[in-house]
Each structure stands twice: as C-alpha cells, then as structure tokens.
C-alpha cells in the first residue's frame, strides 16, 4: 500500500490528521511507511493539484475525492463530517473506509 | 505577531460591510469582539455557530465585528460578493466587514483566522486569541475562553488567561 500525505506550513492540521491516519494503520495492522511530501508554492499546488492540508493518498487515491470547483493553493483543506459540520480534520471514518478498501 | 497588546487602546478603522454600510468600531459602545476571520477558512466555518451563539447569548453587553483580509484573488470563495452570500446563509447576527487593502489585519498584526481581539466597552484590549480549545466538537469543549473572557469583563474582572495561541488558517496575503 502506498500512502502518501501532501501537506503545508500554513496550516497547523497536519499533525492532529497524522495521529488519525497512523491509529487506522495500526488497527489494520498495515505497516508501510507515510511518506510526507510538503508543498511549497502555490504553483506547486497547481502542478499535484493540491487543494488543501493534509491531503492524503492511499495508492494515490484520495480520502475525501475534490468537488471539480475546488482550486489549487497552499491553504487548509476542509472536510465534511457525516452530521454536515466542516471540519480541518478528516474524520477517521473517511480514512478507515479507503484504507480497508485499498488493503 | 499581535501588533497590540493587553491594556492597549483599540485601533480604529473603519470598513464597508456586507449590509453595505460602512462600519466604525470608534462608534460601538458595548464590548467590542473583533474576529478576523474568513469565508474559506475550515478552522473559521468550524467556529462559525459558536461565535453566532455568543453574539445573540451575550447581546446586551457586546458586539461582534467579524472582518475579512484575505487576498481574493488567490481565494475567490473570500470575495466580497461570496462575503455578503456566507453572510445570508449563515445569517450572521454581527457585521461582516471587508478589509480589501489589509491595512486593518497589518495594524493588528493578525495571522490567523480566526484569531479574536476582545476590547472592554472602553476601548482598552482584554483578551487576545483563540475562541475555545476544540475545534471539532463543541460539546467536546473544555476551556470556552473566549466566552470566559466575555464574563469576566462584563463582570469588571480581568480575563484569565488574557492570551491564549490562535489555531487557525493564515491571514492570506497579497503577493
């Protein structure tokens, strides 16, 4: 399993996001490595069509698949929680159900 | 970093808002709560109800004066025309003010949205920071500062803690 998570340091979500992804690894018991791969520029963002941090990539796919009017910017990434709520911080449900079904 | 500290006077301006009348904090006399936040922001839209909820809880005594800096043209969803939309969707029961040059979050030396200056109704900075300690889970909040910091000085008191760290997105600036 590949798993990959684009972030920046404009936003402090990484690491609660981190502690997340790393608890539904280990109740898969998965232990491939997360590789971090920081964005550094807006055109950055354009070129990995990077939409927010954290990002996060299992075999390339991502957690929370973007609208088509999203745009590209080093920027905090908002996801929607099942009660409709915004949150900086995906729900670990979101990135439990793409782990299990890429495992 | 805040350009302001505690016991400091207010930093006037004046900025159109999204009722399109143009807003003077030197005119509100009640204790002012000045949020620089933003449309965009998921740390602002998580704290969005809450400081709607302390605006209509706490109405007697203070005034909520929320105020965008960020740069549109890198954020579209932070333009004044989405401003006046967030504003009726959410129906924010304060002013939402426009701060297109910056110049307001430069004199402030804000960073985050959002990150909030509570000025006591005369004027003087009381509290500086964050609005409480869990973004995600309002029932999970434990420390409601920024609400704490509304009674005590609307008890006369002095808020404890003053300062706390702003969490939230950076201010967007123009390149």
């Given amino acids: 399993m590949n798993i990959t998570v684009l972030y920046c340091d ?5 690491n609660p996001s981190l502690d997340r992804l790393k608890k539904v690894l280990s109740d898969e018991n998965i232990k491939e490595e997360i590789l971090l791969k920081k964005v550094e520029s807006n ?19 991502d957690i929370d698949p973007p609208e088509n009017k999203s745009y590209f910017a080093l920027n905090c990434r908002a996801f929607k929680k099942e009660n409709g709520k915004i949150s900086p911080i995906p729900p670990i449900d979101m990135i439990r159900k793409l782990v299990i079904q890429e495992k | 970093m ?30 002012k709560v000045v949020i620089f936040s933003c449309n965009h922001c998921p740390y602002a839209q998580a704290w969005e109800d809450r400081i709607i909820k302390l605006q209509s809880e706490f109405s007697k005594h203070i005034q909520v004066i929320m105020i965008s800096s960020n740069d549109a043209k890198q954020f579209p969803d932070d333009s004044f025309q989405e401003m006046v939309k967030r504003s009726k969707e959410k129906q924010f029961n304060f002013p939402y003010l426009y701060d297109e040059s910056q110049e307001i979050a430069t004199l402030y030396g804000a960073e985050r949205t959002p990150e909030v200056f509570v000025f006591d109704a005369s004027g003087i900075l009381k509290y500086h920071g964050t609005i409480d300690d869990n973004y995600e889970n309002e029932s999970e909040v434990e420390k409601s500062f920024l609400k704490e910091a509304i009674e005590n000085i609307i008890n006369e008191k002095n ?15 123009k390149n």
């Fill in chain 1, 10 to 14: 404009d936003c402090p979500s990484l």
């Fill in chain 1, 43 to 61: 055109e950055e963002a354009v070129k990995l069509k990077f939409i927010g941090s954290p990002t996060i990539l299992i075999n390339g796919i």
């Fill in chain 2, 2 to 31: 805040a350009k302001i500290n505690i016991g400091d006077p207010q930093l006037n301006f004046e900025l159109p808002g999204v009722d399109g009348i143009k807003h003077n904090i030197k005119n509100i006399q009640k204790i």
């Fill in chain 2, 159 to 173: 808020p404890n803690p003053s300062i706390t760290e702003p969490i939230g997105c950076t201010i967007k600036w």
